[in-house]
């Protein structure tokens, strides 16, 4: 296996408070892998360092090869990098059709294209389709993207990030705010990925952790505290005590006797 | 067919939407009848004010497609107009009368001023690119009012020719005819402003619009997009400030002032954002406003105009475009 994107010594300061710190992660090519931790743990600036989203105080960004750490966001997404984001992200006035189509017709190099109706790049227009049947949309194409309720919304996240056919797909808690039913549908569309995918996600809800990840990387105060088989990282007792907290852990299940 | 396999049944059209593209054709088809026939019946004054309608109609459409479909609002966009209505006037008076060929240089002209200030400008986003395309248009109309010695200063510059429409051809000087190849001009102007609105390139635009972070997440590069429509608006504001000067056959610093600026965003906001058509409908009640009405109300036009706006924000929140019935296509995902 070869590693798709790798961080060295990633670190990322907010004045005195060190988010990231110095955080070395492999994710190989292929692999589903979760990046869980407490609130607070510097999931999300990891996420955004990684996206482009946020500028390093330090460190490197490797992908497929390349070191973009200075390079924006958008030329990222062009070497295969796509997202989902926390907070559904899409183009509330246009269609969720129009939606998806904007992905497609940037991976199929058409987005520049002056004279052709939108409409008409049929290529452009099919894979649209097909990526809001994938996820379950294709009786809400016409729909404006506003008045999708908030479970639609986040499929259609999932749909755009998708359709831009990423070699990395990150994703930025996607299941928070679905229903249970929403997750499950969720965790079948990623399993269904091929291997040519590879999967980055963060996460809070641990089941879905559980069930998608083949690698596990637990963060914990903006330091990587462990890493391994999902099995392995659930019996890791630093890691119930840092992502429970004691006194929460006796909360939860009460003291031990 | 050549496809082999179907397209997704849920890109077909469905009938109602056919329906409603053959009514709008027939609409479209009696509009442009009724405005290629006009000067057969209408006086030449009704002609000259009908030509400054359609000029400030094409204005109008071109900073609907920056504003409404790229999300730029531009306070500035009689600095092209202007820019392209004072190369129109300097090629008439030392180069050529040919009329086309004064479009195609101002239209060069607006396109090289969006294009030198456009670099900085569309990187500023909401009230920052309102507030500097503000600035530029200033700068412009002082630059206009100062450089006498091409700009004539605040005289402006007269004696203009009146334009031919071939080399060596007769000089256009009936109202009429003026029209004619002023909405000759108008509409390929608009016709291609449409294509481009309607393209993927148009759809780029309004995704822009809408959320430019998720765009760049996906890969577009913004700052391109919003640079290349920068452009091409700033290339039909020069047009048409090239057709104001064929008709007005003068031009001073007020035909890049803020006024102008102003009044072609009113316009816009009349019209509806985005839809274009509307636009040139805001266009029309503009100019009706500040050149008919005005004068009969002891030159209060832009208080009516300030009425006009006011009324028109709480009345028609989206404008003349608003008022068509609520798209069918929109109650398609509903009504399965």
């Given at each position: 296996m070869t590693a798709l994107l790798q961080t060295e010594e990633l670190t990322r300061r907010f004045g005195k408070l060190v988010a990231v710190d110095r955080v070395t992660l492999t994710v190989q090519a292929g692999a589903r892998h979760a990046v869980i931790g407490p609130n607070g743990a510097g999931k999300s600036t990891l996420f955004g360092l990684i996206t482009g989203a946020i500028r390093p105080s330090a460190g490197r960004v490797l992908f497929d090869g390349h070191?973009?750490?200075?390079?924006?966001d958008h030329v990222r997404a062009r070497a295969g990098m796509s997202q989902t984001f926390q907070h559904s992200s899409v183009f509330t006035t246009l269609s969720v059709l129009d939606n998806v189509a904007l992905a497609t017709q940037r991976a199929a190099g058409r987005g520049m294209r002056m004279v052709r109706p939108a409409g008409r790049h049929a290529t452009v227009q099919e894979q649209a389709a097909r990526h809001l049947e994938l996820v379950g949309l294709a009786d809400r194409a016409a729909a404006p993207a506003g008045t999708l309720s908030h479970g639609e919304r986040r499929q259609l996240e999932v749909a755009l990030a998708l359709a831009t056919s990423p070699k990395l797909l990150l994703l930025d808690e996607p299941t928070a705010g679905m229903s249970a039913a929403d997750s499950a549908r969720f965790a079948e569309l990623i399993e269904a990925l091929g291997p040519e995918v590879t999967v980055l996600i963060v996460e809070h809800d641990l089941d879905v952790v559980f069930r998608l990840a083949t690698r596990v990387t637990v963060l914990h105060l903006g330091k990587i505290l462990a890493e391994g088989a999902p099995a392995e990282v659930r019996s890791d007792q630093a890691v119930q005590r840092a992502y429970l907290g004691d006194a929460v852990f006796d909360e939860l299940f009460g003291a031990a006797p | 067919m050549s496809r082999t396999t179907a397209p997704p049944p849920i890109l077909a059209p469905t009938a109602p939407a056919r329906r409603a593209l053959t009514t709008r054709g027939l609409v479209a088809g009696g509009a442009l009848l009724v405005l290629a026939l006009l000067p057969l019946f209408a006086s030449a004054n009704v002609a000259d004010m009908l030509t400054r309608v359609l000029v400030f109609a094409l204005l109008a459409i071109s900073l609907d497609l920056l504003t409404?479909?790229?999300g730029l609002p531009s306070l500035g966009h009689a600095a092209p107009f202007g820019v392209g209505a004072y190369t129109a006037a300097l090629v008439a008076k030392h180069l050529t009368t040919v009329g086309p060929l004064q479009l195609l240089a101002a239209a060069a002209a607006g396109a090289a001023l969006s294009a030198s200030v456009g670099w900085l400008v569309v990187r500023a986003r909401g009230t920052y690119f309102l507030m500097l395309t503000l600035a530029v248009g200033e700068i412009v109309h002082v630059l206009a009012d100062r450089w006498e010695g091409i700009t004539g200063g605040s005289n402006g510059l007269a004696g203009i020719p009146a334009i031919t429409l071939l080399p060596g051809g007769e000089s256009v000087r009936l109202a009429g005819v003026l029209y004619w190849y002023v909405l000759g001009a108008v509409l390929l102007g608009a016709a291609v402003l449409v294509v481009v609105s309607r393209s993927a390139f148009g759809r780029t635009l309004r995704g822009i619009r809408d959320n430019e972070e998720r765009m760049r997440s996906l890969g577009y590069a913004t700052i391109r997009a919003k640079y290349a429509v920068f452009c091409i608006v700033g290339a039909a504001a020069g047009a048409a400030g090239s057709l104001w000067v064929a008709q007005a056959r003068f031009v001073s610093p007020a035909d890049l002032s803020f006024e102008i600026s102003a009044m072609a965003l009113l316009a816009v906001v009349l019209g509806g954002r985005g839809s274009l058509w509307g636009a040139a409908f805001g266009a029309a009640l503009v100019v009706l406003i500040r050149d008919e009405l005005s004068p009969q109300l002891g030159g209060r036009g832009p208080l009516v105009l300030g009425l006009v706006f006011i009324v028109a924000v709480y009345l028609l929140p989206r404008g003349f475009a608003g008022l068509r019935l609520p798209r069918r296509t929109r109650h398609r995902g509903d009504a399965r």
């Open positions: 070191d973009l750490t200075r390079r924006p | 409404g479909v790229a």
